[in-house]
């Protein structure tokens, strides 16, 4: 069973080793634990429905307490506090559950009858909010695309897979494994994010450096709108004006509902691993990644931790006396204090893999990088999507995780990435406050690469406060980034929590653009209000 | 000099060997060709101009007759039947020559003061009439970008290269290349073609497949527009919303004028070469190019002949005994009649270009191919440029020469191409006349390709039945293409002779998502009517 406050299915608990504990407590000091809320509380608090009867739509809509409950929120740090705290602000009051675009469309024209907002919803994943309804005396129905989740169509010519729009990533992977086929879309919400999810909010996968972006990877679907129904056809490059694909592609719902989306999917590939390298300090390590990528090495991922973050994984391993082994090896090969993790991983035919590798291993070496080898790049492997359930330890300590991202260009790498390290660092210190924060490189382009920071605090002694420490680290952070040439977000989307930085990125004039486009297809302002635009 | 009525420089000319000359006459008959009209003459036959005075720009304008008639059309049959004839339909009521992007912002200005149209120029070189002025009451100011040809900026760290939009080809890359850069966009219109006329027709080079269209390359800019200026900031891949980029791309001047643009750029490679190899039939050439995409083999280009493209090759490529040589060499081998010819690129670290050869090879080998060496695809490189001077040629001999082309999912290609072929070859017999139509795949992804088709015929004994002949092969080809799953084109873009087709490859509502971002840039319907959008 999914939890309904949290993150993942309740039978999966990842913990802390005691080494991880230990090393938080002299970083930020012990944590004292939240109350949590409990369900049946929470439900008993649930409004009543506002939703018109409607024989056209009631048999596809659930208005029981708990299913409206757990399509509420997503999973950005302020949805955990509200869930966790029962303090869950609006409910929708509804959800639908269509099974195809016909119904889609019947929810639309329903929705266009009675004035209700709706919202599409995938996997439920999001991290900046897209997904909760807004106060308002509007009704809001959550439109949920989770029974839309099947194979509609296979061109193994053309390596081309259609599938309903609510297919989750497991669901995506499986129906193309059995056929001997694989997407490579493997976002870290990949257990419960969703096809149309991804395409929504332009997401990114673990391995786009072989796959590409999402961008890359859808090809054309159906989107449901309030102007009627948008066909994207399929085709592999086109100069014919204007690319509508890449008007849907991050429209965050606002726009229409994506009911079926094609994408361009590979064969399985003969050979895939995972190899780990140290450099002796972040110039070096920065140097060879940049390298890697600006030279092509056909990598199909490449993710590089600065010392703090390495440091902080070797702590939160486990393994102390595997560790030390580790560390007295890289130290005597020079990656000693300061040392950078790198993993890259190769996958496709046997024959480019071993050239890849030894390409590879020629720009590190010429960076002074210790190889170490596919032992921890197989432990990153199996851990790829396991991340996300470590907050719920650390919640349970009494610690709060976030995450915040960006992409710059690989001139002002360094520069935002330490803006953004210090000014987590600092904020919370009128408190009295630490904040634990390190950052990686988890997407590298020729030219520039995304910075990944994550940040823990501890929580403060009421809820209020501590979404308040939350709120100065996040306004301050995201502020900066599109004051200093980095994007509001690389891979999470825009959402409710970045809509207001996005004018400061794009500038009134791309803004409008966007918000005519919006008029367009949605011109009573019926869909996911607050959402991409404020 | 550039010539006035045709393809590049008057000094450059272009022969057909007799061997050619022979091909031709056994295919489709003597040709006789049609008398030129003269400069003089045209120039006499410009009206006055109706640009109303202003001293805000007059500094800027040119109205003297043969600058309008040097940038009155394209490069598109149509076009050259104007020039040729001396019948050219509309002139520009002058030209403009800014130098900066105020200098643009006062032509925007003047143009809404005095109601006139505004043509974004670059090198003039469109195939689909994107800069050719419409009739009608209101004067046209053609805005040539010539002087605005410099590298502005350059960021070696992110590999961005920042130049004035009206820089041409061969100035983008000799700048580029004095710094050890290339931009690595190579469309066969590169000697004239400028970096923004790429950008507004979403152009795509012969090496796309190492270096990407230009969708791939164009990583920001500038333009300005009716409603003001909008700045494309760099960031080398975001999730922030749709991405107003991919709205500039493609708006064939119809949403504001390029001033700037900011490209991806590669160090120059330590290696380049271009291998030929010849399949005994089509479908194992197709399967093995098919192939090499799908596999990802590193190849920067790469491009597939069909049997009567190949044949025509061969007979235009004169040295008739070294290609009877040949042709006993490939016989022996099992590429005999029905033959295709492959030409692949390899570009890059010498180290990788060592393992993309073995790997290309392999696969090729796999599908029977002939691996020839370095020698014909050598002779490919040096005239990579100059096949549109050929069209001078076949002109005086009576024959006239274009293409069409266009993009679709592998599973589609051989029926497309069938059709296009097909439809091309007898669209002419009841003038009791032959077409020679030969077709190659010039861009290859994992989804499809692009269909590349040329055709020849004979000119009428008048301009208009040549023009006559011409829209009938174009048009039905062309409604063809939309209706069966291709995209009305893959390089050349929309501009006038295309307008017609794409509502029927987009859909109603995406063509109305356009117009609204057309009426959001430019509500007064100023900027180059006709284009893109009828």
Redesign the interface.
């Known amino acids: 069973m999914r939890r309904w406050n949290g993150w993942g299915d309740e039978a999966v608990a990842l913990d802390l080793p005691p080494e991880g504990d230990d090393f938080l407590r002299q970083r930020i000091g012990q944590g004292t634990p939240l109350p949590d809320a409990d369900l049946a509380a929470v439900c008993a608090r649930v409004p009543a429905s506002r939703l018109p009867a409607d024989p056209a739509v009631d048999h596809l809509l659930d208005h029981t307490p708990e299913t409206r409950i757990r399509h509420a929120r997503g999973q950005s740090l302020p949805d955990w506090l509200a869930m966790r705290s029962g303090d869950m602000g609006p409910f929708p009051d509804g959800v639908a559950f269509p099974e195809s675009s016909d119904e889609v469309t019947a929810l639309l024209a329903y929705a266009r009858r009675h004035g209700v907002h709706l919202i599409p919803y995938g996997g439920g994943t999001s991290v900046v909010g897209h997904i909760n309804p807004p106060a308002g005396a509007q009704p809001v129905l959550t439109v949920a695309l989770s029974r839309m989740n099947r194979l509609l169509d296979l ?1 193994e ?4 897979a259609t599938f309903g729009a609510g297919t989750p990533g497991p669901l995506v992977e499986s129906q193309l494994r059995a056929r001997g086929y694989t997407l490579g879309h493997f976002p870290q919400s990949f257990e419960l994010s969703t096809l149309g999810g991804w395409i929504a ?4 996968g673990q391995q786009s450096l ?1 796959y590409g ?1 999402i ?1 890359q990877l859808f ?1 054309g679907g159906r989107l449901e ?1 309030f ?18 694909r ?7 719902g606002r726009f229409g509902i994506l009911t079926e989306a094609s994408v ?1 999917i ?2 399985l590939p003969e050979h895939e691993s995972f190899h780990v390298v140290f450099f002796p300090d972040w110039d070096r390590a920065r140097a060879a990644c ?1 390298q890697l990528v ?5 990598l199909s991922m490449l993710r590089l931790s600065n010392a703090r973050e390495t440091e902080t994984q070797l702590a939160l391993a486990g393994h102390p006396g595997l560790i030390r082994l580790l560390e007295r090896f890289l130290a005597v090969r020079g990656a000693d204090q300061g040392k950078c993790l790198m993993t890259f991983g190769i996958t ?2 046997r ?2 893999c071993r ?1 890849t590798l ?2 590879a291993r ?1 720009v590190c070496r010429s960076h002074d990088g210790v190889y170490t080898g596919t032992r921890l790049g197989r432990k990153w492997a199996e851990k790829r999507f396991t991340m996300p359930y470590l907050r719920e330890a650390l919640w349970q300590r009494g610690y709060a995780v976030d995450t915040l991202e960006t ?6 790498v360094d520069a935002l990435l330490n803006r953004i390290e210090h000014n987590l660092s600092r904020q919370l210190s009128d408190d009295g406050e630490h904040t634990h924060v390190f950052t990686h490189l988890s ?1 590298v ?6 910075i990944y920071t994550t940040y823990v605090f501890r929580v403060a002694d009421s809820y209020e406060r501590t979404l308040e420490r939350w709120r100065r680290l996040k306004h301050t952070t995201s502020e900066l980034i599109v004051r200093h ?10 959402g409710k929590d ?1 809509a207001p930085y ?1 004018p400061i ?6 803004m ?3 918000q ?2 919006g ?3 949605d011109p009573e302002a019926l869909l996911n209000p607050g959402t ?1 635009m404020e």
Chains 1, 2 share one sequence.
């Not at 040439?485 to 825009?494: A, E, K, L, R, Y």
């Open positions: 061109d010519e053309s390596r081309l909010s332009r997401s990114s072989r972006r961008e090809a709108t102007a009627g129904t948008l066909i994207l056809p399929t085709v592999p490059a086109s100069s014919a004006g204007p690319d509508v890449e008007m849907i592609l991050g429209s965050e361009r590979s064969q940049r600006q030279d092509r090495v056909a496709g035919r024959r480019q050239a030894a390409q020629a992409a710059t260009d690989w001139s002002n997407h382009y020729g030219q520039g690469c995304s040439g980095g994007t509001i977000s690389h891979q999470h989307g825009v970045h996005l990125e794009k500038g009134p004039l791309a409008a653009a966007i005519a486009l008029r367009h297809f991409l």
